[in-house]
């Protein structure tokens, strides 16, 4: 065990007292578990069950048909997504929610070939080649690779940091982590940004680990087109639905490879044609899963007020110390960890390897602290900033260091 000059509880209540963000936990239904979980399933907004009572009983139960109207039903997903927007640095208008994400993935990378007027059997132009991120979670490496069959393009899997040497003039598009999922890697998308712009390429980044927990910088970074879940960092709950971003200027030329009726310029003409309408509801497909995206709509309330640049100074600041603390209380050698020590390259997230991690993240559960365990060897951490405080950290890093010590 190393010697640190305050001890580890001490700091951390020093810590808490000074957390600006430390009143946002009581907008959400925790216990006495250390829950690091948020970064797979955010926990529960205390105004979610309020509002879904409400939507069920007297929006669903006694307005019935009336709230596609009445109660904004109908132009929820545009809605919803303007609330988003302000969170991944993007101006009204270009956030659509609805669908999984790796339903949004298809639309993106599709969309984006086309926009390129790349593919096999597009508009010329030469570019046949999709680049995936080789270190991606898989659903994007699996539909990457079916949206390359179907537009005629090979699809190339690259290491992020290898992308500028990379993208060329055969590439259409390049499909992007922007935090790893298992190592908690936060990737530079301003640069590969640019890097993919220089090529003539088009931008497609994943957002899932970092919306809510980081800046993302949409509008002022010039990406084209970006995706994420809801049900991490945002709170939406299990299965609520994703968002597709597609900036202003693309979206006139943006063609969907699901165009369904709700994103048809006149959904209600039933024509047997395709028309699509203006705007970021063209990502739009078939008819909204209101219940899940009313009740994301009442998580995302709890960040009226709250600065994305706040919640990354604590996000940075509980990693810091959850390091420090894993050095204090882990027995050396039994954990390595994953997760860069350079605050740029660093999501909110840390990940530990350590030999036979699936029983040990089994035992810290069992003692109140939860984070995940992902194949083959790695424990988990996520830290939401908004619930997660720095005495929850130390008591984690101490759990840790018992079981493995
Ligand atoms: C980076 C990333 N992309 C996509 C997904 C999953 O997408 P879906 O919402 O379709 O399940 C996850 C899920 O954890 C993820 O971490």
């Known amino acids: 065990m190393s010697e640190v000059a305050v001890s580890p509880s001490a700091k951390a209540e020093k810590l808490d007292a000074a957390d600006e963000l430390a009143a946002l936990c009581s907008e959400f239904v925790l216990d006495d578990v250390v829950y690091l979980d948020g970064n797979s399933l955010g926990a529960l907004p205390v105004g979610v069950p309020g509002r879904v009572d409400d939507v069920v009983r007297h929006q669903w139960g006694e307005l ?8 904004g039903w109908w132009t929820a997903p545009e809605r919803v997504g303007d609330r988003i ?6 101006a009204p208008g270009q956030i659509v929610v609805g669908d999984s994400t790796s339903v949004n993935v298809f639309k993106a990378l599709v969309g984006a070939v086309r926009l390129a007027g790349g593919g096999g059997g597009g508009g010329g132009g030469g570019r046949d080649e999709i680049l995936v991120d080789a270190t991606t979670f898989p659903t994007d490496g699996y539909i990457a690779g079916s949206a390359a069959r179907l537009t005629g393009c090979e699809l190339r899997p690259v290491a992020p940091a290898e992308v500028p040497g990379a993208v060329g003039p055969r590439t259409a598009a390049v499909l992007l982590n922007h935090v790893d999922y298992r190592t908690g890697r936060l990737h530079d998308l301003p640069s590969l940004t640019s890097a993919i712009h220089a090529a003539g390429a088009l931008s497609v980044w994943d957002l899932c680990h970092s919306a809510g927990a980081l800046p993302v910088g949409l509008d002022e970074h010039g990406v084209d087109l970006a995706v994420g879940c809801t049900y991490k960092y945002l709170n939406g709950g ?30 209600f003409g039933m024509s047997p044609s395709y028309a699509p309408a203006p705007g970021a509801l ?4 078939g008819t909204p899963d209101i219940l899940s995206m009313l009740a994301l709509e009442a998580a995302l309330e709890v ?6 640049d706040s919640v990354r100074r604590k996000s940075l600041a509980l990693t810091d110390f959850f390091l420090e603390c894993v ?5 050396e050698g039994r954990v390595e960890s994953l997760t860069p020590a350079a605050h740029a390259e660093r999501g909110s997230q840390v990940a530990l390897r350590c030999a036979d991690a699936g029983s040990v993240m089994k035992r810290l559960i069992e003692r109140g602290v939860v984070g995940d365990f992902r194949h083959p060897d790695v424990l988990r951490f996520g830290f939401t900033p908004l619930y997660v405080g720095f005495g929850d950290v130390e008591r984690a890093a101490r759990v840790l260091g018992e079981t493995l010590g």
């Open 64 to 71: 019935r048909i009336r709230s596609w109207e009445e109660s």
């Open 282 to 285: 063209r990502g739009r497909v």
């Open 238 to 267: 299990p299965g609520s639905p994703a968002y597709l971003y597609v900036r202003s200027d693309l979206q006139e030329r943006f063609d969907s490879p699901l165009p369904g009726w709700n994103s048809h310029a006149d959904p």
């Open 327 to 331: 050095s204090a209380y882990v027995p």
């Open 85 to 90: 927007a302000p969170l991944v640095g993007a």
């Open 303 to 308: 960040w009226e007020g709250v600065s994305i």
